[in-house]
């Protein structure tokens, strides 16, 4: 089995199950400043199951298109698309792949994506929710990483369009 991980498998220290594990140079990054983290990583390196790659760019493109049509994309971060890319393109290479994250934005898009999905900390999704961005003050919606409403200047919100 491969495993994809997220900062939080690293910082709650879940590697022990058989397998490889897969992360992105964006998620080192993160996991760097904590001693107890950066461990867990370092041992996994030294015995031959951990590799850091970076997603191609087709499937940045894919998940960004994904997640905009969730409606997550306003609260996903460059390593959140970066994770999920890379888990997409280990799926398309390797077959069934793991994604492992307690950032429930990740993991709507990765279910979306029909990818497996564990989370290390918390109960995780239950379902996947397509969200809607609206403004709270003229009504409008919006899709993409839009933060406020281009016709009245009001900080958007979002609520569930459609619950799968």
Same mark, same amino acid.
């Given at each position: 089995?491969?495993?994809? *991980? ?31 983290? @950066? ?9 031959? @199951? ?10 940045? @493109? ?24 890379? *888990? ?25 994506? &029909?990818?497996?999905?564990? &989370? ?20 409008? &919606? ?18 569930? @369009?459609?619950?799968?």
């Amino acid at each position: 089995m491969v495993h994809v *991980a997220d900062a939080a498998a690293f910082y709650v220290g879940v590697m022990n199950q058989g397998g490889n594990y897969y992360t992105t140079p964006n998620v080192m990054a993160e996991v760097e400043h904590l001693p107890s983290a @950066r461990l867990v990583a370092e041992t996994l390196k030294s015995l031959g @199951r951990l590799e850091i790659e970076e997603p191609t760019a087709l499937q940045v @493109r894919s998940v960004t298109t994904q997640a905009s049509r969730t409606g997550d994309l306003a609260k996903l971060s460059p390593t959140d698309i970066s994770i999920l890319a890379l *888990a997409a393109d280990l799926h398309a290479r390797l077959g069934q792949v793991d994604l492992i994250s307690d950032d429930y934005s990740v993991l709507n898009v990765a279910r979306s994506l &029909s990818l497996e999905v564990r &989370s290390v900390s918390n109960r995780g999704i239950a379902r996947n929710i397509r969200w809607l961005l609206y403004c709270p003050g003229c009504g409008n &919606s919006y899709r993409g990483k839009v933060t406020e409403c281009n016709a009245c200047g009001t900080a958007l919100k979002r609520k569930p @369009r459609k619950i799968v």
